[in-house]
């Protein structure tokens, strides 16, 4: 890269001058660009690969000054070392600026410089080597890891020894707990020479989940990271899943306790609206849904009040609930009709009708049919007759 102003990528090489360069690191230090195990192609992310960057870095070796501008959780620890020790072995004049964030193997990186400048808003991060373990192992397998991870750490301590002159033993005590220091503290611990702009420069939050720590724009995982400061922020702001990264629990940020909708809305505003959004679209198909139905039987229905009242009173029903109450009304009218008949019945004498004997034998059915059709007539003519008497 030889543009001045080119894109800050995971890293990026540029000449500045006949004499000069500068070199961004932004990102997580791997040994080989990861690639997706099913389809072979580059897993997307922000990869400092170190194979490819040592490569890229011989094109620097005529250069007298070079700046290197950090801002990494780290990675590889190895990975780390390895170009610590490429930059040292440069003859040029290696100035290391931490941009952000200098954490585990991104720390040691920063250490490379012969001049080691942080920012006030800036962090540096130590802690000792980790390891992941998949799978069933035996006691000696698990002693040649815990080796390789002592291994680790003395290569790390002795790094960090060297570059900050204090007692390996106390520098041992900083790995051990993981230790974070702000710009002003990372001097006075010797792990920088100087403090160079403002505390606004640097911006640094957490994710909700706290898997990804966002520094500068930049967004990586935070796994290995147990120690995180409760002084740097949670955003309301939910990150994809990038790179390879095995996000981790930690104490980093400031826990929110949410007790009803307005502070889940303060708190996570464009979660909220998404939520809300869907309720909306979910609700107005419901009830699309519902006036669909109940205009599927209102024709049924010989109450039309009813019927409207189902689809736009106070208190909307759906069709199963407009079909009940139809038939709660019919059977309320089918009842009152009935109830008007017997008392016409009983107004109207036709029970002192008696049958004509028959001589001890039963009637036919033509007579049963004449003598109820007789009993009909004189219920209805002495109901007429009462009402015209009134």
Same mark, same amino acid.
């Given at each position: 890269?030889?543009?001045?102003?080119?894109?800050?990528?995971?890293?990026?090489?540029?000449?500045?001058?006949?004499?000069?360069?500068? *070199?961004?690191?932004?990102?997580?230090?791997?040994?080989?660009?990861?690639?997706?195990?099913?389809?072979?192609?580059?897993?997307?992310?922000?990869?400092?690969?170190?194979?490819?960057? #040592?490569?890229?870095?011989?094109?620097?070796?005529?250069?007298?000054?070079?700046?290197?501008? %950090?801002?990494?959780?780290?990675?590889?620890?190895?990975?780390?070392?390895?170009?610590?020790?490429?930059?040292?072995?440069?003859?040029?004049?290696?100035?290391?600026?931490?941009?952000?964030?200098? =954490?585990?193997?991104?720390?040691?990186?920063?250490? =490379?410089?012969?001049?080691?400048?942080?920012?006030?808003?800036?962090?540096?991060?130590?802690?000792?080597?980790?390891?992941?373990?998949?799978?069933?192992?035996?006691?000696?397998?698990?002693?040649?890891?815990?080796?390789?991870? @002592?291994?680790?750490? &003395?290569?790390?301590?002795? %790094?960090?020894?060297?570059?900050?002159?204090?007692?390996?033993?106390?520098?041992? =005590?900083?790995?051990?707990?993981?230790?974070? #220091?702000?710009?002003? @503290?990372?001097?006075?611990?010797?792990?920088?020479?100087?403090?160079?702009?403002?505390? $606004?420069?640097?911006?640094?939050?957490?994710?909700?989940?706290?898997?990804?720590?966002?520094?500068?724009?930049?967004?990586?995982?935070?796994?290995?990271?147990?120690? *995180?400061?409760?002084?740097?922020?949670?955003?309301?702001?939910?990150?994809? +899943?990038?790179?390879?990264?095995?996000?981790?629990?930690?104490?980093?940020?400031?826990?929110?306790?949410?007790?009803?909708?307005?502070?889940?809305?303060?708190?996570?505003?464009? #979660?909220?609206?998404?939520?809300?959004?869907?309720?909306?679209?979910?609700?107005?198909?419901?009830?699309?849904?519902? %006036?669909?139905?109940?205009?599927?039987?209102?024709? =049924?229905?010989?109450?039309?009040?009813?019927?409207?009242? !189902?689809?736009?009173?106070?208190?909307?029903?759906?069709?199963?609930?407009?079909?009940?109450?139809?038939? +709660?009304?019919?059977?309320?009218?089918? !009842?009152?009709?009935?109830?008007?008949?017997?008392?016409?019945? +009983?107004?109207?004498?036709?029970?002192?009708?008696?049958?004509?004997?028959?001589?001890?034998?039963?009637?036919?059915?033509?007579?049963?049919?004449?003598?109820?059709?007789?009993?009909?007539?004189?219920?209805?003519?002495? $109901?007429?007759?009462? &009402?015209?008497?009134?």
């Amino acid at each position: 890269m030889n543009a001045k102003n080119s894109p800050i990528l995971p890293y990026n090489i540029a000449n500045v001058g006949e004499n000069d360069a500068e *070199i961004n690191l932004y990102g997580e230090v791997v040994e080989t660009r990861p690639v997706d195990w099913w389809t072979g192609q580059p897993v997307e992310g922000s990869f400092i690969a170190v194979d490819e960057f #040592l490569q890229d870095l011989e094109a620097l070796s005529s250069k007298e000054n070079i700046t290197v501008h %950090i801002n990494s959780v780290g990675g590889s620890l190895y990975g780390g070392i390895a170009i610590y020790n490429r930059l040292k072995a440069l003859p040029a004049k290696i100035t290391t600026v931490n941009d952000g964030l200098a =954490a585990s193997a991104g720390s040691i990186i920063f250490q =490379a410089g012969d001049v080691r400048r942080v920012n006030t808003g800036s962090n540096v991060m130590i802690h000792g080597a980790m390891g992941f373990l998949y799978g069933y192992y035996q006691v000696k397998d698990l002693k040649a890891a815990q080796k390789q991870l @002592e291994a680790g750490n &003395k290569a790390a301590i002795n %790094i960090y020894t060297q570059a900050t002159g204090r007692d390996s033993a106390a520098i041992q =005590a900083l790995v051990e707990q993981e230790t974070w #220091l702000t710009g002003e @503290e990372a001097v006075a611990q010797g792990f920088a020479d100087e403090v160079v702009g403002e505390v $606004s420069g640097v911006s640094m939050s957490l994710s909700p989940d706290k898997k990804f720590i966002t520094v500068n724009g930049i967004s990586l995982p935070t796994f290995g990271m147990s120690n *995180i400061p409760k002084r740097i922020p949670i955003s309301n702001r939910v990150l994809p +899943q990038q790179g390879y990264g095995m996000g981790n629990d930690n104490t980093g940020g400031t826990n929110m306790e949410i007790t009803n909708m307005e502070e889940l809305r303060t708190a996570y505003p464009e #979660l909220v609206a998404q939520i809300e959004a869907a309720a909306q679209t979910a609700g107005a198909a419901a009830e699309r849904a519902r %006036i669909q139905s109940i205009e599927a039987i209102q024709g =049924a229905v010989a109450d039309k009040a009813l019927v409207e009242a !189902a689809k736009y009173g106070e208190t909307p029903s759906t069709a199963e609930q407009l079909a009940f109450q139809a038939m +709660q009304q019919q059977a309320a009218l089918g !009842a009152n009709m009935l109830g008007s008949l017997t008392r016409d019945a +009983q107004a109207s004498g036709a029970a002192a009708v008696a049958a004509a004997p028959n001589a001890g034998t039963e009637p036919t059915a033509q007579e049963q049919a004449k003598a109820q059709e007789e009993a009909a007539v004189a219920m209805i003519v002495g $109901s007429r007759a009462k &009402k015209e008497a009134k």
